[in-house]
């Protein structure tokens, strides 16, 4: 049966209890922030136009992947990367995005989830410095729905587990992929590329 309705989703899914839709919150709480200031790691998720989806990962050292000027407000750096500018182009479009954030060692993640606004304003880069260095804009987050994910998902993939970490060399290299990906792409000229990005 193919599930295209909120009745026949609801017939598989029953309604979350009372106590779920409590922890949502419209705000970043103190816990809130002192998860986000744990976190080297978040997924940003953003739609295009036309409804189809996006999801960008993001990362930084503890402290400096977001910045929490107040209580509704997230700021976020972005840093160059690829150059795609997949989540921009979907924020311009469509200025709303989902956040995930991780902190290795713990099981639980952070959703909030908000309207955003792109901006290249002095004052925010400047918030969201990396050792001096600016990024090329800021995220900013109103935010309407904050909370706490349950473990289960990060518990059952032992994501934190030494003995579930792969061995490097059991997947290509990013100049690999590349190179069996593209014609006439050399995988040591692929790698190189890459690390002038960064």
Known sequence: MAIDTMAKLREVYPPPAARTSLRVLDHL????REFI???????????????????????????SLAYVPDDRTLLLPDRLGN??????????????????FFVPGL????R???RVEISTDP???????LEGELPVSVLKVTVEE?????????????LWEPDAQVERSRYATHGQVA????????????????????
């Open 29 to 32: 709480d103190a816990r809130c």
């Open 37 to 63: 200031a744990l976190s080297p790691f978040y997924v940003i998720c953003t739609a295009r136009a036309d409804g189809r989806a996006d999801a960008s990962p993001r990362g930084d050292p503890p402290g």
């Open 83 to 100: 150059r795609r500018a997949d989540t921009l182009t979907n924020l311009v479009e469509r200025p709303y995005a989902g956040l995930m």
């Open 107 to 110: 099981t639980d993640t952070l």
């Open 112 to 114: 909030v989830n908000g």
């Open 123 to 129: 004052e925010l880069l400047e918030l969201v410095a």
């Open 146 to 158: 904050a909370f706490l994910h349950c473990a289960k998902a990060l518990i059952r993939a032992r």
């Open 179 to 198: 190179a069996d990906q593209i014609d006439g792409a050399d995988a040591g000229e692929e790698t190189s590329a890459r690390d002038e990005l960064f």
